[in-house]
Structure formats: structure tokens, C-alpha cells
């Protein structure tokens, strides 16, 4: 029988390694990734059956990059592998197209009991979340369409660049950078950078 072909995805070295040991047991583990650009690589690369995600990761977060593997026309299984009990979180995992929905600290059992649900097209939520979304789930931050650009903008301001800095970054005038950061401050009900900043990081937005 053929192995579960694995990517795993975490910027904590220590739980990435963990996780690898364990996984190396029983599936093909093909690429460990320490950010959200080098799992997109990986994964387009290796075309694994599953990936294993964390949510809170550089350059990438771990939604924007499942987003990104899914534009590229990759489709394996996801599942997030993250700290966070949180409705609104839980809610944007399965949204951008995840299977499963693991806490970091049921990893273990009951990691390669959702692995397997998974490859079999199950969902899986770890027993341990206790904080789930009512169904149907709203929010009124799930309902907001936050483009690529704007998620580049968003990823530069959590990490403390200037309109100015982002600009040059991303090639764009320091006008339109102001732009999307204004757009998204309307979309998300939020009146100032740090509560765009805070609000973002909740959701998973930024890392």
C-alpha cells in the first residue's frame, strides 16, 4: 500500500522537527517548509496528498499560502495544525478550503487519526477545539473579499513598514499603498493602524 505522501509547514523548529519524527513512522514525509513561500514551493514541487499547516507563519501566512497553491491549481488535502481555539479561525481554515483543523497540543494521536480521515475525504476538527462557529457561520470578516494586493499591503504593515517602505517594496506609489490600507480599514470596521494590525493578527491575516 502506498504511503500518505506529507508536507508539513511550521516556522517553530523544534515542534516541526517533533512532528516530522512522528509522521516518518507511518507516512512519506517529502519537504518541511519554515514559511508560507516555501510551502507554495514545496507543494507545487512535490504534489503531496496532504499538507499540514500552521496559521501564523512568515512571508506567508498559512491561509494566504493555501490560497496560493489552490490559484496555482495544486489541490491536496489540507490541514491546519495550530495553537489557536478560535471560532472566526476555524471558520476561514475551512473557508479557504481545508479538510481538518488540528490543536498543537492534541498533535500526536490525533494528528495521524486526521490524517487518515482526510485521505479518505472526511473532515476532521480536533476534539480539543472548543470554541466552534455556529452554523451557519457570520462574520462579517469572512464575508469581506481582501485582494492579493491588499494581503501583500496588510503583510508589510504587520511587520512595521512605512506607506513609504511598502511602497517601494511592492513597486507601487505611496498613494495607492495608503489606498488598499484604507480599503481595508473601511472593509474591516476598524478606524486606526493598530487596530487593523490587531484585528488582522485574530483572524489569521498576518502572521
Not at 507554495?40 to 499560502?65: C, E, H, K, Y
Not at 490559484?71 to 481538518?100: N, W
Not at 472548543?130 to 485582494?147: F, M
Request: glycine share 6%; with cysteine.
Amino acid at each position: 500500500m502506498n504511503r500518505i505522501r506529507i508536507v508539513l509547514a511550521d516556522d517553530h523548529v523544534m515542534f516541526a522537527q517533533g512532528i516530522a519524527s512522528l509522521l516518518q513512522e507511518e507516512f512519506e514525509l517529502l519537504a518541511r517548509a519554515e514559511n508560507g513561500q516555501e510551502l507554495v514551493d514545496a507543494t507545487l514541487r512535490w504534489q503531496p496528498d496532504i499538507i499540514l499547516v500552521d496559521i501564523s507563519m512568515p512571508i506567508l501566512n498559512g491561509f494566504d499560502a493555501v490560497r496560493k497553491i489552490k490559484e496555482q491549481g495544486s489541490m491536496p488535502k489540507v490541514i491546519f495544525l495550530t495553537m489557536h481555539d478560535d471560532a472566526t479561525l476555524l471558520a476561514e481554515a475551512f473557508r479557504c478550503g481545508a479538510s481538518g483543523y488540528i490543536l498543537k497540543q492534541a498533535a500526536g494521536e490525533d494528528l495521524v487519526k486526521a490524517i487518515h480521515e482526510v485521505a479518505q475525504g472526511r473532515n476532521y476538527v480536533s476534539p480539543l477545539v472548543t470554541n466552534r462557529p455556529a452554523e451557519p457561520v457570520i462574520d462579517r470578516t469572512l464575508k469581506t473579499n481582501i485582494t492579493p494586493r491588499q494581503r501583500e499591503v496588510l503583510q508589510l504593515i504587520g511587520r512595521g513598514l512605512t506607506m513609504k517602505e511598502i511602497a517601494a517594496e511592492l513597486n507601487i506609489s505611496t498613494r495607492t499603498a495608503e489606498s488598499h490600507k484604507y480599503e481595508m480599514m473601511e472593509a474591516l470596521g476598524v478606524e486606526t493602524t493598530m487596530e487593523l494590525i490587531r484585528y488582522s493578527l485574530r483572524l489569521g491575516l498576518i502572521s
